[in-house]
C-alpha cells in the first residue's frame, strides 16, 4: 500500500481515539454510568489506537525512518500513554476534567513532534 493510504489510515486512528476518550470523559464529568458509552468509548478508542499503531509503524517503514530516532521513540511513549489513560479516565472520574487538558496535551505534542522532528 502506498504511504498516503497509511497516512489516511492513521488521521483515523487519531480521530477515533479523541472522539472515544471524548464520550469517555464526557460520560466522567456528567456523572452518568451509562455502560453503552463507556463500551462505545472504549471500543472506539481501542480500535483507534490500534490504528495509529499499525498505520504509525508502516509509515516509519515506508518513509525510510529509523525506529531509534528520538522523536518516534517520543511518539510511542505518547501512544503508550494514551493507552494508559482509559484506565484513569474510567477508575478516577473525578480527575477527568484534567485528563481532558492532558488528552490534548498529548496530542498537541505527538503533532509537534510529527512536524518539527526535534531530535
Not at 493510504?5 to 479523541?18: A, D, R, S
Not at 492532558?102 to 531530535?119: E, K, M, N, Q, S
Amino acid at each position: 500500500m502506498s504511504a498516503t493510504v497509511y497516512h489516511i489510515l492513521h488521521i483515523v486512528g487519531i480521530l477515533l481515539v479523541f472522539m472515544g476518550y471524548g464520550a469517555l470523559i464526557a460520560r466522567a464529568l456528567s456523572g452518568s454510568d451509562h455502560a453503552g458509552v463507556k463500551k462505545l468509548g472504549s471500543i472506539t478508542s481501542g480500535i483507534g489506537l490500534l490504528l495509529l499503531f499499525i498505520a504509525g509503524c508502516a509509515l516509519i517503514s515506508k518513509m525510510d525512518y529509523s525506529f531509534a530516532s528520538g522523536w518516534i521513540i517520543a511518539k510511542l511513549i505518547i501512544w503508550i500513554a494514551l493507552g494508559g489513560l482509559i484506565a484513569l479516565i474510567n477508575r478516577k472520574p473525578q480527575l477527568a476534567g484534567k485528563l481532558w487538558w492532558i488528552l490534548a496535551a498529548l496530542g498537541a505534542l505527538a503533532v509537534y513532534l510529527v512536524y518539527v522532528r526535534p531530535f
